[in-house]
């Protein structure tokens, strides 16, 4: 059974970069079936796919957000990364990892979220 | 704003049935599979439909998903109280080249 952990600061400061880590336990991120993905919901709100990547690091990302967002993966580490710069109020919001299903548009195993509060 | 729209929220009573409608156009919906997540209080998604009307292993038939033209439904029979989450419908959009979420529909049970 996968597991998806992720970690990081829960508070940033406005304009700065937004890091965000996801741990995979349970089986190889290196897996050609599937894409590995972040997912946002702002409190209150619905969710908001961020980005996903590969494990051999082809990402594709929301174009709403692509202009600032990184996603990269460590398979040695069985981790995938999320960098979001010049963050605003507006980037405060649960961070979720999760499997992406690529073709077949699903997301199947996620992560409990981590809550990243963007305050001076 | 979300390009797939759902109700706010939908309610009946215990052991009875609800639909859930998720409506979207040519870019998403009708052109590609829509999944469907369940969101407990407090917790991340779940997945409960994926490829428009399969269920993952361990989610009961009590759910089921159906696609025509440029909608989705998500049903859920035999309501129970545990079903008291918000439900939301995800799909790819081809011309804004990124999945999108539907604006989610909370399901009470009275």
């Known amino acids: 059974q996968l597991q998806f952990q992720e970690s990081g600061p829960g508070l940033v400061k406005p304009s700065e970069t937004l890091s965000l880590t996801c741990t995979v336990s349970?089986?190889?991120?290196?897996?050609?079936?599937?894409?590995w993905a972040w997912i946002r919901q702002s409190p209150g709100k619905g969710l908001e796919w961020i980005g996903s990547i590969d494990f051999g690091g082809r990402s594709y990302y929301s174009p709403s957000l692509e202009s600032r967002v990184t996603i990269s993966v460590d398979t040695s580490k069985n981790q995938f990364s999320l960098k979001l710069t010049s963050v605003t109020a507006a980037d405060t919001a649960m961070y979720y990892c999760a499997r992406d299903g690529f073709d077949t548009s699903f997301f199947d195993y996620w992560g409990q979220g981590t809550l990243v509060t963007v305050s001076s | 704003q979300s390009v797939l729209t759902q109700p706010p929220s939908v309610s009946a009573a215990p052991g009875q049935k609800v639909s859930i409608s998720c409506s979207g156009s040519s870019s998403n919906i009708a052109n590609n599979f829509v999944s469907w997540y369940q969101q407990l209080p407090g917790a991340a998604p779940k997945l409960l439909i994926y490829?428009?009307?399969k269920r993952p292993s361990g989610i009961p038939g009590r759910f089921s998903g159906s696609k025509s033209g440029t909608s989705a439904t998500l049903g859920i029979t035999g309501l129970q109280t545990g079903d008291e989450a918000d439900y939301y419908c995800a799909t790819w959009d081809r011309s804004l080249n990124a999945y999108v979420f539907g604006t989610g529909a909370k399901v009470t049970v009275l």
């Open positions: 349970g089986g190889p991120i290196s897996s050609t079936a599937y894409y």
């Open positions: 490829e428009n009307t």
